[in-house]
């Protein structure tokens, strides 16, 4: 059974700082594509960060350019989104997914989900 599971969030002042962590199983995702997005209530799910498993290449949201880092430990079958300088416009669900077309911004392009976890910031 394939498992995609988030944890870390939580709620942080302005300017604070949360790590998100996915811990994947059930499966290989060497040949796939990791990629955090995030909803807030009323919108639709957006894009924020994508990594290769191979290779580690990356690619970001502008709006997130710069504040956040998305990275993977091979080993542990786990990709990370360290968020810095957090907004209040950050305040959404966070989901991390696995896909096989390529580091695709469309949700649709992900196989894989995980449940999601709340970051809120207060401003």
């Known amino acids: 059974q394939v498992q995609l599971v988030e944890s870390g969030g939580g709620l942080v002042q302005a300017g604070g700082s949360l790590r998100l962590s996915c811990a994947t199983s059930?499966?290989?995702?060497?040949?796939?594509?990791m990629g955090w997005f995030r909803q807030a209530p009323g919108k639709e799910r957006e894009f924020i960060a994508g990594?290769?498993?191979?290779?580690?290449?990356?690619v970001y949201e502008d709006s997130v350019k710069g504040r956040f880092t998305i990275s993977r430990d091979i080993a542990k079958n786990t990709v990370y989104l360290q968020m810095n300088s957090l907004k209040p416009e950050d305040t959404a669900a966070y989901f991390c997914?696995?896909?096989?077309?390529?580091?695709?911004?469309?949700?649709?392009?992900?196989?894989?989900w995980g449940q999601g976890t709340q970051v809120t910031v207060s401003s």
């Open positions: 059930g499966r290989t995702f060497t040949n796939y594509v």
């Open positions: 997914a696995a896909g096989r077309r390529g580091v695709s911004r469309r949700p649709r392009d992900y196989d894989y």
């Open positions: 990594i290769t498993w191979i290779g580690g290449s990356t």
